[in-house]
């Protein structure tokens, strides 16, 4: 029941990072303006925001305009709910232990800041600092107010990270590497630690790579002129660090010796 439960909450929160995900990079307001069709600008009803749900019942069409829908609505929606799932076993799922409640609010926090991260850097091609930024100080708050012993070590994989990435956006004078990489790269070692960091940042070139050859194989993209967000996949290496970060450290260290 537990797990269900907590699928279904993060179908909505999901339908609420669609709005983070949409707004923030474009400079618009969170708060302000209800949520309403992209191509006919109707105000949508309260059964047309049913997560998930709404979705399939209009058939990925607008309910006014009959235009398609994008998928990336009920993706969100659905990534989100499957996430917090593993958020919750992850966690432990004590659900009258104080620990773990604190520890699920932060883990759930840390799992939407990254699926807003990966979605807005899919689509825009921006890393929000208004995402990025809050995130940072919540996961000082927590080492400090949790794990104190963790905040050194943190606090080093993330600088080391953050340094790591400023050298290739300097190498590359920005043209490999965004700025907003950079700082996502300090929040990343921030809320991973060592080793975990490693991890990530390993899957995050590697799936980086695997994914550039194929869209180039492809004629998707040319090797001049065009970029590939690299955001989704710090964000898939550090959702990956999370919650097999140890058995994947282990695998790959005994890989190599």
Partial sequence: MGFILIFIFGLFIGSFLNVLADRLPRGESVIKGRSHCEKCRKELVWFDLIPLFSFVFLKGICRYCR???????????????IMFVLAFFYAGFRIYDLGFMISLIYYLFIVSSLIVVFFADLRYGIIPD??????????FLYLALNTKYLILPHLFSAVGAGLFFLLLFLITKGKGMGFGDVKFAFLMGLVLGFPNIIVSLYIAFLTGAVVGCILIVWKRKRLKGTSIPFGPFLVLGTFSAIF??????????????
Avoid: A, H, N
């Fill in 67 to 81: 235009t398609r829908l994008s998928l990336y609505y009920p993706i969100i929606e659905l990534t989100t709910g």
């Fill in 244 to 257: 097999w970060g140890e058995f994947i450290f282990q695998k790959i260290t005994s890989v190599l010796r």
């Fill in 130 to 139: 208004k995402i990025v930024f809050p995130t940072v100080l919540v996961s």
